[in-house]
């Protein structure tokens, strides 16, 4: 770690299949390699990866995920996901997974060499009626380390299948007082779901 | 229920005299005996500059009853938000509109809400109810907690007593269980869990190993050899107040609920309260953060009578103490990178219970040292228990890796309770052992 230039980070691991159902089945393997200048939150990351599904499987699985938004009742409003036994009711699953996409853009604009996050809770979910997108409004909870603070955000996130993933949130930082924002826009690659 | 966080109380709990203030002239809430807050709003205002902060300011000193912040007045910027009594409303708007101070209604009616989770809870509950009398899968509330170890210590009065070790900030019982098979004062072991109450898994774990404990009694050498020559004591619920806070009001609550004059934040977090590398960098000694250490060493009650009944019991060989989440197992310091004297052979024990660990499900661990394993944090339990000369001293934190975290789904329950009592024991029988 040269503190003057900032810290780099190489990192080889594997993925798995988000869907826990799906068990644990090995999908790929990573390369990466991030870049933390002057100690600074979002980190430049390069990234490379081996697919085992191909892509049209994976169209087919956001188009999946697409249709399954699209019907659940509509304008949908929900909070508290997972409840506080860690249960999350089967027809908000799709909530919650694109949540926790639009969460980790979030996490990784604030992520330091110091601080890292994980997702805890959506204590609310609005979602907008529109033709075509999806789009949600969020407010959820992160766990902030190793300061063990938690941390409220709000995000707007937009999504349909082979576009890019836009993200727009806005956090309060209880302790230092300040206000994490930001716009993000995911590159066509990393929008397609079914390989988190 | 609002799930933003606060530094304010929410409702007050603590001091007797605003308890009679509350409860006279209010409509008293069913069996449960908890405060009224029917009719009391939360207003979030947002000051325009230090000017209009200050009027806020004002109010916290001119009005310390009436005005209970959920979140302080810190900068302009900021919002703050506080729970005013519906006595209190027409007075305090009337102070906001002529100090030109904008407000929104947060919360139209705090009693509505409270009522609303607590109806959600009680249909849990009493789903729960049909399937068993108690549930090891399913996470339970204090009063069922208590409830069983009652019924528990009955049911196996030849090995278990319930001992009661202090109270709690807000008066409620520290109790902890007694493995014994006879014997005067035994080498002995203690397991903590619940130190931080959000981490519910922890009690969860607590209590389906101490059922395993005697069950396992006559069956497992191992376990039987440990329970003929040392007691076992288990401190289910180390931190009873933010434990029930965690139930009505706050899920992600962490710390305990002593308050302190001068700051509206509550609470200290029992894991940086011990006299060992006190107030070192791991630690936070502003009173609102989730670390706060608290104002000296063992200042908390919970922590204090646990060093208590250690220290008078003079005999302790190993100390678990149990978190959650990250999948770790770790040995001294917290507060140092320094290893400790018997770091070899912590390490080595620590791999060979995350051995066993990893045999039942598959779930991997990692360990070492507390500062290089997870972070550097100060006045940490283990820590004060390896410089008490209790070599055996380990931390757990239990699944999972942030998935989840704390929300861990109660299906998850009985598998980590299984795989984490391999490890236990695996500690426990190294410290048979290895006497000292």
Same mark, same amino acid.
């Given at each position: 770690v040269d503190s003057k230039q900032g810290c780099k980070i190489d990192l080889v691991f594997s993925t798995q299949s988000y869907n826990q159902e799906e068990g644990e089945k090995h999908l790929g393997n990573c390369s990466a390699h991030v870049f933390f200048k002057n100690e600074k939150p979002r980190p430049a990351i390069n990234i490379t990866c081996t697919r085992s599904i191909e892509k049209k499987k994976r169209q087919e699985d956001d188009y999946l995920l697409y249709k399954q938004l699209k019907q659940l009742k509509n304008p949908l409003k929900a909070a508290n996901i997972p409840d506080s036994h860690g249960h999350i009711d089967p027809s908000l699953r799709p909530i919650w997974d694109l949540a926790f996409l639009g969460s980790s853009y979030v996490m990784w604009e604030k992520t330091t060499p110091f601080l890292h996050y994980n997702l805890v809770r959506l204590t609310s979910v609005k979602q907008w009626k529109t033709n075509d997108t999806i789009d949600f409004d969020y407010t959820v909870l992160l766990h902030e380390l190793p300061t063990q603070e938690i941390i409220p955000c709000r995000i707007r996130l937009v999504w349909y299948p082979g576009k890019p993933l836009k993200v727009k949130y806005q956090c309060q930082e209880l302790q230092t007082l300040e206000e994490s924002s930001g716009t993000v826009e995911g590159s066509a690659e990393s929008t397609e779901l079914s390989n988190i | 229920m609002q799930g933003t966080p606060r530094q304010g109380l929410g409702p007050r709990l603590p001091h007797?005299?605003?308890?009679?203030?509350?409860?006279?002239?209010?409509?008293?809430?069913?069996?449960? =005996?908890?405060?009224?807050?029917?009719?009391?709003?939360?207003?979030?205002?947002?000051?325009?500059?230090?000017?209009?902060?200050?009027?806020?300011?004002?109010?916290?000193?001119?009005?310390?009853?009436?005005?209970?912040?959920?979140?302080?007045?810190?900068?302009?910027?900021? %919002?703050?938000?506080?729970?005013?009594?519906?006595?209190?409303?027409?007075?305090?708007?009337?102070?906001?509109?002529?100090?030109?101070?904008?407000?929104?209604?947060?919360?139209?009616?705090?009693?509505?809400?409270?009522?609303?989770?607590?109806?959600?809870?009680?249909?849990?509950?009493?789903?729960?109810?049909?399937?068993?009398?108690?549930?090891?899968?399913?996470?339970?509330?204090?009063?069922?907690?208590?409830?069983?170890?009652?019924?528990?210590?009955?049911?196996?009065?030849?090995?278990?007593?319930?001992?009661?070790?202090?109270?709690?900030?807000?008066?409620?019982?520290?109790?902890?269980?007694k493995f014994s098979t006879g014997g005067s004062n035994r080498p002995a072991i203690w397991i903590d869990t619940g130190i931080h109450s959000r981490e519910w898994i922890t009690h969860a774990t607590g209590i389906w190993t101490a059922r395993k404990i005697v069950s396992a009694y006559g069956k497992d050498s191992i376990l039987t050899d440990i329970l003929n020559t040392m007691d076992i004591f288990i401190d289910l619920v180390t931190n009873p107040d933010g434990f029930a806070f965690t139930h009505s009001m706050n899920r992600l609550w962490?710390?305990?609920?002593?308050?302190? %004059?001068?700051?509206?934040?509550?609470?200290?977090?029992?894991?940086?309260?011990?006299?060992? *590398?006190?107030?070192?960098?791991?630690?936070?000694?502003?009173?609102?953060?989730?670390?706060?250490?608290?104002?000296?060493?063992? #200042?908390?009650?919970?922590?204090?009578?646990?060093?208590?009944?250690?220290?008078?019991?003079?005999?302790?060989?190993?100390?678990?103490?149990?978190? #959650?989440?990250?999948?770790?197992?770790?040995?001294?310091?917290?507060?140092?990178?320094?290893?400790?004297?018997?770091?070899?052979?912590?390490?080595?024990?620590?791999?060979?219970?995350?051995?066993?660990?990893?045999?039942?499900? =598959?779930?991997?661990?990692?360990?070492?040292?507390?500062?290089?394993?997870?972070?550097?944090?100060?006045?940490?339990?283990?820590?004060?228990?390896?410089?008490? *000369?209790?070599?055996?001293?380990?931390?757990?934190?239990?699944?999972?890796?942030?998935?989840?975290?704390?929300?861990? %789904?109660?299906?998850?329950?009985?598998?980590?309770?299984?795989?984490?009592?391999?490890?236990?024991?695996?500690?426990?029988?190294?410290?048979?052992?290895? %006497?000292?």
């Open positions: - | 007797m005299g605003k308890w009679t203030l509350l409860f006279c002239g209010c409509i008293l809430a069913a069996a449960w =005996g908890q405060m009224n807050f029917t009719g009391d709003q939360v207003l979030r205002i947002l000051a325009k500059d230090e000017k209009q902060l200050s009027f806020l300011r004002d109010l916290e000193i001119l009005k310390p009853q009436k005005v209970d912040f959920w979140r302080g007045p810190a900068r302009p910027s900021l %919002p703050v938000d506080m729970r005013i009594p519906f006595a209190e409303l027409d007075d305090i708007k009337g102070y906001l509109e002529s100090h030109g101070l904008a407000y929104t209604v947060m919360i139209k009616n705090v009693q509505v809400l409270l009522d609303a989770e607590r109806e959600a809870m009680a249909k849990a509950r009493r789903l729960e109810r049909s399937a068993s009398s108690f549930s090891y899968s399913s996470y339970h509330t204090l009063e069922e907690i208590y409830s069983w170890i009652d019924n528990f210590v009955t049911e196996h009065s030849d090995i278990v007593s319930k001992i009661h070790i202090g109270n709690s900030f807000e008066n409620r019982s520290i109790l902890i269980l962490r710390k305990n609920k002593s308050s302190r %004059p001068g700051t509206s934040c509550t609470g200290v977090d029992l894991n940086r309260n011990w006299k060992s *590398g006190f107030g070192g960098n791991g630690s936070n000694s502003n009173p609102c953060s989730e670390t706060y250490h608290g104002p000296s060493p063992q #200042s908390e009650p919970e922590v204090a009578a646990i060093v208590d009944f250690i220290t008078g019991h003079g005999n302790f060989k190993a100390l678990i103490s149990i978190h #959650s989440y990250s999948q770790m197992l770790m040995y001294p310091y917290g507060h140092s990178m320094e290893p400790v004297s018997s770091q070899k052979e912590l390490y080595r024990l620590a791999k060979k219970a995350v051995k066993a660990l990893y045999k039942v499900h =598959g779930i991997n661990y990692i360990f070492g040292s507390i500062s290089n394993t997870l972070y550097v944090a100060s006045g940490v339990t283990v820590d004060w228990a390896y410089d008490s *000369g209790i070599k055996y001293a380990f931390t757990f934190e239990l699944r999972d890796t942030g998935r989840y975290g704390f929300l861990l %789904p109660a299906t998850q329950i009985i598998p980590t309770a299984q795989e984490t009592w391999m490890a236990i024991r695996t500690i426990m029988q190294h410290t048979l052992n290895h %006497p000292y």
